[in-house]
């Protein structure tokens, strides 16, 4: 089902004029209300007048996240505070947190755009809705629960955590859909199995909020035996509901029609073609109260622009292949934790879990990669487990081309999340 066919089906031309309409209105807006943006504008001698058209865009200067830090918390502000009726932050465990104000429209804006998320994976009114993302500051939590709200389906707003009970949650109140990070359903299943609960009635599940690859999914679809989709957001932005998968699993809708996206080169800032890989940057069209001009995510992935089966037209983005600041430079080579992922889950006898340990020896950098052997591997005492590591180091060499160590670790071993995982631990600058 399309949940909005007249903003998801939109014809390209209509888009564009739907979106320089809103673009318009929000400079003109953030130059009266925001001294932030008005500043910014006047540094570059721009005046609201001078932006006519969505391919004006360029002409604006961008947002970066120390940017919000600064005017923390309320600088970014485009509306009274008593309009503002809810609040989310980052975690700030980086420095300060970033500030997200929601007025009430903006409310209704997340809940729509989290709507579309759940139908375009099949959800519909009949569904029981289990929303295992945190709730609190974070957007995860209230986010999913808006738009399964708005979808009409029952909500279980259970949060993350207590694994034993989202499983008796389940089975009792009959869920038939999951939304929690990847890497906690894994952790969902790895408790089922321990636990002999059969998990029974879930068909889809809406995944996001931390990378995660293609063999990961593989992995969650079998064990929960649901289809699992990939949705994508961000704090500064709204939270989830800014883009997500369809029943054709292979790229993310942006919902465009608030969310414009545009993919720059990360070192010159330069607008790049559709198709080529760079730094995702978005500007809020319609948020009433902290609207975003050129954001920069330092996500990175490709726009495109052709036909989706689905139906619906608006743009799609490739799942994230990264971003600026978690790619490791190792010895000169880019490398991305998400390439050693699609590696390691590709093999047998290990479990989904594993963390880089980034270390510097001599002026040199290493990257040492443990991960779990599953119980078989490590019962069996016939198999020779540096053999494994030596064979699992060779496979990552053929996509990372540079040498890694490969430590198997005993099952249950590296720590499980509740939320976002953290894998990558870099020991280089203790
Ligand atoms: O993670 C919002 C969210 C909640 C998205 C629930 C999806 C589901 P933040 O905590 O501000 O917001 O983190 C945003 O997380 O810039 C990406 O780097 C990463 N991220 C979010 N979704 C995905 C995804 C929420 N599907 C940052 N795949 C973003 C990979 C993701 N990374």
Redesign the pocket.
């Known amino acids: 089902m399309i949940w909005n066919e007249k903003y998801e089906t939109m014809k390209s031309a209509d888009m564009k004029k739907h979106q320089s309409d809103k673009l318009v209105n929000l400079v003109n807006k953030v130059y009266d209300k925001v001294p932030f943006y008005r500043e910014k504008m006047d540094t570059l001698g721009i005046k609201p007048s001078d932006i006519k058209s969505i391919s004006d865009i360029v002409k604006l200067p961008f947002t970066s996240k120390d940017d919000m830090r600064e005017v923390y918390p309320y600088g970014l502000l485009a509306c009274d505070k008593k309009d503002i009726v809810e609040i989310h932050t980052?975690?700030g465990t980086t420095g300060k947190p970033?500030v997200d104000a929601y007025t009430s429209n903006d409310v209704e804006i997340w809940s729509e755009v989290m709507a579309r998320t759940f139908a375009m994976g099949g959800a519909n009114e009949d569904d029981v809705v289990q929303i295992a993302?945190g709730y609190g500051l974070?957007?995860?939590?209230l986010?999913?629960h808006y738009g399964a709200k708005k979808l009409g389906a029952m909500v279980i707003p259970i949060s993350a955590g207590n694994s034993k009970r989202q499983l008796s949650i389940m089975r009792d109140f009959g869920t038939t859909i999951l939304?929690c990070?990847?890497s906690y359903s894994l952790y969902i299943a790895e408790i089922a199995a321990e636990e002999k609960i059969e998990i029974k009635g879930l068909k889809a599940g809406?995944?996001?909020?931390?990378?995660?690859s293609e063999s990961m999914r593989k992995e969650i679809e079998e064990k929960l035996k649901i289809k699992a989709y990939?949705?994508?957001?961000?704090?500064?932005i709204i939270?989830?509901?800014?883009?997500?998968e369809c029943e054709c699993q292979d790229m993310?809708h942006i919902n465009e029609d608030h969310f414009y996206p545009e993919i720059i080169n990360p070192e010159t800032g330069k607008v790049l073609p559709d198709g080529e890989k760079g730094e995702?940057v978005f500007t809020t069209l319609t948020k009433e109260g902290t609207p975003i001009i050129r954001y920069r995510?330092?996500?990175i992935t490709y726009l495109d622009r052709s036909p989706c089966k689905c139906g619906r037209t608006t743009v799609r983005m490739h799942?994230?292949l990264g971003?600026t600041d978690?790619m490791l430079i190792i010895r000169g080579v880019n490398v991305f934790p998400?390439q050693i992922e699609e590696v390691l889950l590709k093999l047998e006898n290990i479990e989904p879990h594993y963390q880089l340990l980034v270390s510097r020896k001599d002026k040199m950098d290493f990257i040492e990669v443990q991960i779990e052997m599953n119980e078989k591997l490590f019962s069996d005492e016939m198999k020779n487990l540096s053999q494994t590591e030596k064979m699992i180091e060779q496979e990552l060499y053929k996509t990372l081309n540079i040498h890694t160590k490969v430590k198997l670790v005993e099952p249950k071993s590296i720590p499980r999340s509740e939320g976002?995982a953290k894998r990558i631990i870099d020991q280089r600058q203790i």
Not at 206 to 212: D, K, R, S
Not at 239 to 244: E, L, N, T, Y
Request: glycine fraction near 16%; hydrophobic fraction near 35%.
């Open positions: 980052s975690s970033v993302y974070f957007t995860g939590g986010g999913a939304a990070t990847p809406f995944f996001g909020a931390e990378p995660w990939d949705i994508y957001g961000l704090t500064e939270g989830p509901g800014v883009a997500s993310l995702l995510t330092r996500d799942r994230l971003r978690d998400s976002k």
